[in-house]
């Protein structure tokens, strides 16, 4: 049957490590990837997202990086800070016909440790 | 900077009352959303909104959900007889601009938490 609880995988990082958090998707015809940031009782933050003919995106203190030929995406945060502590979500934007839809994947808890 | 405003910020009710949440989306959005979150689990698709009416829906989104804008400024969700499974996290959502151009136009509220007893 189903488990139920939190089984969310984990990062722990030590403030001012660079932090990689990774995603697998499944649907090849997304327009676009995204990475969201929620922070507990919040709701979810864009943070950065990819166009999916892009590889690679760079925002401030994060980059977002695209191999479609294996479906991963992930999320570098350079020089992590506490308060980048949250869970990370990856999502993506996909047409099922005239209408586009916002899809989200597995989160992922990072942990800043000071 | 605008928000999205939901209320309430808890609800707690008995299984099989009716239950309505309530988000007022930034002045100028045309698109609205619900999404739900169940504790600990990813966010789910229920419902998108646009021009008075449904765009699409999930399996989620059954008989016992409706959606409703009542007066051009709320966008509410009601879940008709609530279900042990309905408690979650419920975020609204809304855009100006349509999903195609891109996440970074949709802003999420706070969310709603529903408790079924």
């Known amino acids: 049957g189903e488990s139920v609880g939190l089984h969310l995988p984990t990062l722990s990082v030590q403030e001012g490590d660079n932090s990689i958090i990774n995603c697998a998707y499944s649907?090849?015809?997304?327009?676009?990837f995204i990475w969201y940031k929620q922070e507990s009782g919040k709701g979810p933050q864009f943070i950065i997202d990819?166009?999916?003919?892009?590889d690679k995106r760079q925002g401030q203190r994060v980059t977002v990086l695209l191999n479609k030929t294996v479906k991963h995406l992930s999320l570098q945060i350079a020089a992590t800070q506490p308060g980048d502590s949250a869970v990370y979500f990856c999502a993506e934007i996909s047409s099922g016909g005239s209408n586009y839809k916002l899809t989200f994947g597995k989160g992922t808890l990072l942990t800043v440790n000071p | 900077e605008p928000e999205v405003t939901q209320t309430p910020s808890h609800q707690v009710t008995q299984m099989g009352q009716e239950v309505i949440l309530r988000c007022v989306p930034i002045s100028n959005h045309l698109y609205f959303y619900w999404y739900r979150q169940i504790l600990g689990q990813k966010v789910e698709f229920l419902v998108s909104?646009?021009?008075?009416?449904?765009?699409?829906k999930s399996e989620i989104f059954d008989d016992q959900f409706s959606v409703e804008r009542p007066d051009g400024s709320n966008f509410t969700l009601k879940i008709r007889s609530t279900k042990l499974e309905d408690s979650a996290m419920y975020f609204c959502?809304?855009?100006?601009?349509?999903?195609?151009?891109?996440?970074?136009?949709?802003?999420f509220g706070a969310g709603s938490r529903l408790t079924v007893l």
């Open positions: 909104f646009y021009n008075n009416e449904i765009s699409e």
């Open positions: 959502a809304s855009s100006e601009l349509p999903l195609r151009v891109g996440a970074n136009v949709l802003t």
């Open positions: 990819i166009r999916s003919n892009m």
């Open positions: 649907n090849s015809a997304s327009d676009y």
